[in-house]
């Protein structure tokens, strides 16, 4: 089987790519996989070739050319990769038509991945100018004629159909997310506080993910004018999608930073043993995403032991039980400022009450383990897998 994905350690940079490491580790063990995706050097290395991977590069005669279409020159190289495979598994549009692509050229079965929708992301047209309409039409393309499609959320599922009522409804199937309880766990040590400026002594709210329209992190920066004075901003944020945003990030951040002390930016990837320090002892976690398809992030802190506030949007209700392992904000793109008021409201709600969250952070703990375990989403994937080649 040829799992097609962009992320892929070390370069992994979302969500996505967290799904495929975990995924992949787990379905060793379950089927013959090769892993293909892309990498700055096309030559697998010792490790590499352990592992079964391959990394792919876009043609060098695209090197200056839009994003969009040096993507369609690695999906190219990968379905041209997979001769000899029973059957595809693609992640993201990124990967979604080389998974086309390789069902068409080789005859077989194409099961596909959405973790998110290039309908629900019009802000991706800031980032790839005409590539978005590029992108729509190969995520188009690719979940229309797939066997199987892959929703990571019920929310998901309703989102898929909604964008493509051509695809078979009976073809949609939903598979959680998953978190390892293991490496996400609480860690006592603070030395990764100590080593970014986090005062231990006093309450922290978190942030981690991308400076992207989707995280929702403007409205976080807002959001924060209101957090109480003795409460720290914790922001682990980076890989901003366009200069636009960027510099709407820098001027919040800085407008933030002027008004009160203890706000904390951490502007490139941590390993992860420093974010499950920074996870494990945050007041509360937050996820102020305007659109997420589940957010895997907040499995990450709740199987750390943290309370989350996020915002009532796509997967998220599935993840955080409201008022059990944290509390969600409502959020209309009709009135943001209301969104950004509940949002300063429950976070200073949960840092001032550190008994209540300390009981939600153990709520959640107790659900991550229970219901999202990765050897779980390994076994339901591999019987999406067992139920298209039955029907091949």
Same mark, same amino acid.
């Given at each position: +089987?040829?799992?097609? =994905?962009?992320?892929?350690?070390?370069?992994?940079?979302?969500?996505?790519?967290?799904?495929?490491?975990?995924?992949?580790?787990?379905?060793?063990?379950? =089927?013959?996989?090769?892993?293909?995706?892309?990498?700055? $050097?096309?030559? @697998?290395?010792?490790? /590499?070739? @352990?592992?079964?991977?391959?990394?792919?590069?876009?043609?060098?005669?695209? /090197?200056?050319?839009?994003?969009?279409?040096?993507?369609?020159?690695?999906?190219?190289?990968?379905?041209?990769?997979?001769?000899?495979?029973?059957?595809?598994?693609?992640?993201? *549009?990124?990967?979604?038509?080389?998974?086309?692509?390789?069902?068409?050229?080789?005859?077989?079965?194409?099961?596909?991945?959405?973790?998110?929708?290039?309908?629900?992301?019009?802000?991706?047209?800031?980032?790839?100018?005409?590539?978005?309409?590029?992108?729509? *039409?190969?995520?188009? =393309?690719?979940?229309?004629?797939?066997?199987?499609?892959?929703?990571?959320?019920?929310?998901?599922?309703?989102?898929?159909?909604?964008?493509? %009522?051509?695809? /078979?409804? @009976?073809?949609?199937?939903?598979?959680?997310?998953?978190?390892?309880?293991?490496?996400?766990? %609480? $860690?006592?040590?603070?030395?990764?506080?100590?080593?970014?400026?986090?005062?231990?002594?006093? %309450?922290?709210?978190?942030?981690?993910?991308?400076?992207?329209?989707?995280?929702?992190?403007?409205?976080?920066?807002?959001?924060?004018?209101?957090?109480?004075?003795?409460?720290?901003?914790?922001?682990?944020?980076?890989?901003?999608?366009?200069?636009?945003?960027?510099?709407?990030?820098?001027?919040?951040?800085?407008?933030?930073? &002027?008004?009160?002390?203890?706000?904390?930016?951490?502007? &490139? +990837?941590? %390993? &992860?043993?420093?974010?499950?320090?920074?996870?494990?002892?945050?007041?509360?976690?937050?996820?102020?995403?305007?659109?997420?398809?589940?957010?895997?992030?907040?499995?990450?802190?709740?199987?750390?032991?943290?309370?989350?506030?996020?915002?009532?949007?796509?997967?998220?209700?599935?993840?955080?039980?409201?008022?059990?392992?944290?509390?969600?904000?409502?959020?209309?793109?009709?009135?943001?400022?209301?969104?950004?008021?509940?949002?300063?409201?429950?976070?200073?709600?949960?840092?001032? /009450?550190?008994?209540?969250?300390?009981?939600?952070?153990?709520?959640?703990?107790?659900?991550?383990?229970?219901?999202?375990?990765?050897?779980?989403?390994?076994?339901?994937?591999?019987?999406?897998?067992?139920?298209?080649?039955?029907?091949?």
């Amino acid at each position: +089987m040829g799992l097609l =994905t962009r992320e892929y350690p070390p370069d992994v940079y979302g969500g996505a790519g967290v799904h495929v490491e975990f995924l992949a580790r787990e379905l060793r063990a379950l =089927t013959d996989l090769d892993v293909h995706c892309w990498g700055a $050097d096309a030559a @697998a290395d010792d490790a /590499d070739a @352990a592992d079964e991977v391959v990394r792919h590069r876009a043609w060098s005669a695209l /090197d200056t050319a839009n994003d969009a279409l040096r993507t369609l020159s690695v999906d190219l190289a990968m379905a041209a990769a997979l001769d000899g495979r029973d059957l595809v598994h693609t992640h993201t *549009w990124y990967a979604n038509l080389a998974g086309h692509v390789g069902k068409l050229l080789h005859g077989i079965p194409h099961v596909m991945t959405s973790h998110s929708l290039e309908p629900l992301r019009p802000w991706k047209a800031e980032q790839l100018g005409g590539g978005y309409a590029v992108s729509s *039409w190969a995520e188009r =393309t690719a979940v229309e004629a797939a066997d199987a499609v892959i929703a990571v959320s019920g929310a998901m599922r309703e989102d898929i159909l909604a964008c493509y %009522p051509a695809v /078979d409804p @009976a073809k949609v199937r939903v598979v959680h997310n998953g978190i390892d309880t293991e490496l996400y766990r %609480p $860690d006592p040590g603070t030395s990764a506080l100590a080593r970014h400026g986090v005062d231990p002594g006093r %309450p922290y709210v978190l942030f981690v993910g991308r400076i992207t329209r989707q995280k929702g992190v403007p409205h976080l920066l807002r959001a924060a004018r209101s957090l109480e004075p003795g409460v720290q901003l914790v922001l682990c944020a980076g890989a901003p999608d366009t200069p636009e945003i960027d510099r709407e990030f820098r001027a919040l951040f800085a407008e933030l930073s &002027r008004a009160r002390d203890g706000v904390h930016w951490i502007p &490139r +990837m941590l %390993p &992860r043993p420093e974010v499950v320090q920074l996870l494990s002892h945050a007041a509360v976690f937050v996820c102020p995403s305007v659109y997420e398809p589940l957010g895997i992030v907040n499995l990450e802190a709740m199987a750390c032991g943290t309370a989350v506030v996020a915002s009532r949007v796509g997967g998220i209700p599935e993840v955080v039980a409201d008022g059990t392992t944290g509390l969600l904000a409502p959020y209309d793109r009709h009135d943001e400022e209301r969104f950004e008021h509940d949002l300063g409201l429950l976070l200073n709600r949960l840092a001032a /009450d550190p008994r209540r969250a300390a009981a939600m952070g153990a709520a959640g703990r107790y659900r991550a383990r229970r219901e999202f375990g990765w050897d779980t989403v390994a076994r339901r994937t591999v019987e999406v897998y067992e139920d298209v080649l039955k029907a091949a």
